[in-house]
């Protein structure tokens, strides 16, 4: 037997032409499919640009970043500024961020300097269902309970307004700003703390005044990434903000969002090769914009700004 | 009795612990406004549907009447597309992610891979269903069917499954891979009969989670061109098709209020399915998380 | 002396340097280790023994910066030149950590033959139960072969890594630190264990125990700084050391 196996072995490391073969061929075919996402990437890049040039064979430039009415579905006399669909996105934004960034970081604060374990470990699932829901039931609580609800005392308030989907957005990016901030927080080390409260202070204070700033980078690279949610944020818009394009800040009126309107003409007729098939594009190509230049700024933020423990 | 320079008074002392007390109850409101938004929508949304969910409710297709409504149509739209989805995305997450935690040198294209990557996962939903209208419905000529639907979906959902993977992966020790190496195995051995085993547990978790959101996805299938009223089930990968947040999208759109109240039906099914997969999630997390 | 050349060296080092980066770990290294004796190097922190013995099986190779000089011989062809698969099933290696995969205990056993090729049941079968017994696990653990590695003790898992190491049948077995994670009652069976197997193979063990070293080497090699300092027969360096600082670290005046 002692010469069995061995031997064994080594009859079959003469054979072993299959097994090299596989050492190499492997790693090519995982890079392969790695470079898939780089695929991706180019993917998207091409499809907007492509299609935006179409579009802009249409439509002059200037008419799309500078003007303020956005009528794509006046038959002889369309027009295209795209600032009614900014304003409509930054509205959501804006009132998004308003209730996300307060009751976020109330939450984050709580979790990660306040609450004992057992609270921790029943609060925290909490907010990941809540982060488990899919965007068009939150669409659906917002038409349905919190418009309403909003209308009880904003007697004027429309069916389809900015405020409400707006606040549910804001909820949706809660459990993402918790749970950023939260661990941003948490990579602040224990000993530092224990100093300041060995010093006499409250956790207040070590809150305010040694976590945030120790964890400054992180949090603000959470709020970033919870706004450029917001600002890709489709169903919810698409269910309770209506379809209307409008300027200017206007939360109790119905609105469009460069989300919504993407949405809106898929769900249409829109004949290839029309000038509105091309200006979901053009669109889509502003939405990304936007995103990837938030994305990249809050990973920017928080690789460069870093606090190194 | 000397005289100190730092003579915190009484009164100073608790002015600041009643702020503390006060902040400490600021902060718990915050966090609880969570549970009760959560609260009061899993409730809105079970009184408002429960009425409209019964056994028709899963064997019909979607109707002009309300009462007639059904998600037959829209979940077996669900079932084929995940159908592609799963076996793409967790051939190509997995993929990536044993590439960049095994085999990718630390050079510049590696960085851009994972920078890449990190990028496409905040990228909107509606975007990757642009692309996918562009590439897979049109210029691949696979029409508004499941197939383009499926692939774009993997896309989508690509970003996330590679980073669990990447997590899975990366929590195996160093001295498993020493043992291995030390009996004569080459790499693709060792990634074959101990890192995938071993980190099997904690990629099929982060694959049900990545799947769950693909369930609840909505905006990409819309632009591929997901239809609002089936009243058919697929039979090939080339059919038209839905899926059931679509369904719920196109209920909640219409003005009549009965209407709202199917959507909130779906939703329910909808909340049932993602409550499901998710606790498979948790059980498979838990039970193989004791571990080295 | 004549004795000890009669015997045949199994490893053969020569001139041997190695660095890490820019610093030099290994310096001018030369020892013939003689087969089926236990050689035991012994030293403080820091001097380079666990370095040297992953050298012998080249797993010093996985560290990406490290540069090597010289020549290592095993049964007289340079190490470098043969496959580093086909090494490494004549040399096995038992780690200071225990590190079963998670798999069966007979899952851990098996993988050193599976993967090099052998399949069929009846032969795995065999080679378990063999090495189980050459590692004094069998009887403890017989009848629960396909219960998982991790449900063993700290000392039954050590030897079960051992067990593992000769399903592969090598003719030398490397032992970094073998006993230093585990209780005294283990770290005892482990070193009967190791009186057993040098009648079938050759062992190289690093240890910073040198009552250990002491009890259970027939030479021994004294590392300082990357150097070795003294290689001598146990009995005689640890009655009788040449070098004085080889007197000193075994009086435990520093280390």
């Not at chain 2, 990968?237 to 369904?247: H, M, N, R």
């Not at chain 3, 197997?197 to 250990?212: A, D, G």
Request: charged share 20%; proline share 4%.
């Amino acid at each position: 037997m002692k010469n069995t196996i061995r031997d064994r072995i080594k009859a079959n490391k003469s054979k072993q032409s299959s097994q090299n073969y596989m050492e190499i061929i492997m790693p090519k075919v995982f890079l392969l499919m790695a470079s898939i996402s780089i695929l991706v990437t180019a993917g998207i890049i091409y499809t907007l640009m492509r299609e935006t040039v179409m579009f802009f064979s249409e439509v002059s430039f200037t008419e799309f970043i500078t003007g303020t009415e956005w009528y794509p579905f006046f038959g002889n006399d369309p027009s295209y500024g795209i600032w009614p669909l900014l304003s409509g996105t930054f509205t959501i934004a804006l009132i998004a961020m308003l209730v996300a960034i307060p009751i976020g970081l109330a939450a984050a604060i709580y979790l990660s300097e306040y609450a004992s374990d057992e609270k921790r470990k029943v609060l925290k699932p909490v907010l990941e269902v809540l982060a488990g829901v899919p965007t068009v039931v939150y669409g659906l609580f917002a038409l349905t309970f919190v418009t309403p609800l909003l209308q009880t005392f904003m007697n004027d308030l429309p069916i389809f307004n900015a405020l409400s989907p707006g606040i549910v957005v804001g909820i949706m990016i809660i459990p993402q700003i918790t749970s950023l901030s939260q661990e941003a927080m948490n990579a602040v080390p224990q000993s530092i703390r224990d100093g300041a409260y060995a010093l006499g202070a409250t956790r207040l204070e070590v809150a305010l005044k040694i976590v945030i700033p120790g964890s400054f980078s992180g949090i603000v690279s959470s709020l970033v990434l919870g706004l450029s949610r917001a600002i890709g944020e489709t169903m919810i818009v698409s269910t309770a903000a209506g379809s209307t394009p409008n300027l200017g800040f206007t939360p109790t009126e119905s609105i469009q969002t460069m989300t919504s309107y993407i949405v809106q003409v898929s769900m249409g007729d829109a004949t290839f090769g029309s000038t509105i098939y091309y200006s979901i594009y053009a669109v889509g190509m502003t939405l990304f914009v936007f995103t990837l230049t938030m994305n990249i700024l809050a990973n920017h933020v928080s690789r460069r700004y870093r606090e190194v423990y | 009795m000397k005289n100190k320079i730092v003579s915190p008074n009484e009164k100073q002392i608790s002015r600041r612990i009643t702020k503390n007390k006060l902040a400490r109850g600021v902060f718990f409101t915050g966090t609880l406004f969570g549970m009760v938004v959560l609260a009061a929508l899993l409730i809105r949304i079970f009184t408002q549907g429960i009425g409209y969910l019964d056994f028709e409710f899963l064997t019909n297709f979607a109707s002009r009447r309300p009462e007639d409504a059904g998600i037959k149509a829209a979940i077996m739209g669900t079932v084929w597309i995940m159908s592609i989805t799963i076996p793409v995305s967790l051939i190509l997450g997995v993929g990536t992610s044993i590439y960049l935690e095994e085999y990718a040198p630390k050079n510049k294209l590696t960085r851009f891979i994972e920078l890449n990557l990190a990028n496409l996962a905040g990228v909107p939903s509606v975007v990757f269903g642009l692309l996918g209208l562009t590439v897979f419905v049109r210029l691949l000529e696979m029409g508004r069917s499941i197939l383009a639907g499926g692939l774009t979906m993997s896309l989508l959902i690509l970003p996330v499954i590679v980073v669990a993977s990447k997590e899975a992966i990366r929590s195996i020790p160093q001295e498993q891979y020493e043992a291995a190496y030390a009996m004569g195995a080459t790499k693709w051995q060792i990634i074959r009969t101990v890192v995938l085993p071993a980190a099997t547990p904690g990629i099929l978790t982060g694959a049900i989670l990545s799947l769950s959101r693909g369930v609840g996805e909505t905006a990409s299938l819309l632009m591929i061109g997901a239809m609002t009223f089936i009243a058919y089930t697929p039979t090939g990968f080339l059919d038209g098709f839905t899926v059931l947040p679509i369904q719920i999208f196109s209920w909640a759109s219409r003005p009549q209020a009965e209407f709202q109240a199917v959507a909130a039906a779906g939703s329910i099914v909808l909340l049932i399915i993602l409550i499901v997969m998710n606790s498979l999630a948790i059980l498979i997390r838990n039970k193989y998380s004791k571990r080295y | 002396m004549n004795k000890e050349e009669n015997k045949q060296s199994v490893y053969s080092v020569k001139d041997f340097n190695l660095w890490y980066g820019d610093t030099h770990a290994l310096k001018d290294i030369s020892l013939e280790i003689p087969e089926k004796e236990v050689v035991a190097i012994i030293g403080p922190s820091g001097c380079g023994k666990s370095t040297f013995i992953k050298t012998l099986n080249r797993m010093v190779e996985l560290v990406p910066s490290v540069k090597m000089d010289g020549t290592i011989e095993y049964e007289g062809k340079n190490i470098k030149d043969a496959k580093v698969e086909s090494l490494r099933t004549e040399v096995g290696m038992v780690f200071q950590k225990p590190n079963p995969f998670p798999k069966s205990i007979y899952d851990n056993i098996a993988y050193g033959p599976r993967i090099h090729g052998i399949k069929d049941k009846k032969t795995l079968d065999e080679v378990v139960e063999k090495s189980l017994k050459g590692a004094a696990l069998w009887e403890e653990v017989k009848d629960r072969l396909s219960e998982n590695a991790f449900g063993l003790s700290g000392g039954q898992q050590q030897r079960l890594c051992i067990a593992r190491a000769l399903a592969v049948e090598p003719e030398v077995i490397l032992m970094d630190e073998p006993t230093s994670a585990l209780d005294p009652l283990s770290t005892a069976k482990v070193e009967d264990l190791i009186h057993e197997l040098k009648k079938n193979y050759s062992i190289i063990i690093v240890t910073h125990n040198m009552q250990q070293a002491a009890r259970i080497s027939d030479k021994t090699a004294f590392f300082l700084n990357g150097e070795v300092i003294e290689f001598d027969a146990t009995e005689k360096m640890y009655s009788n050391p040449r070098d004085k600082r080889t007197d000193d670290y075994i009086s435990g005046k520093f280390g």
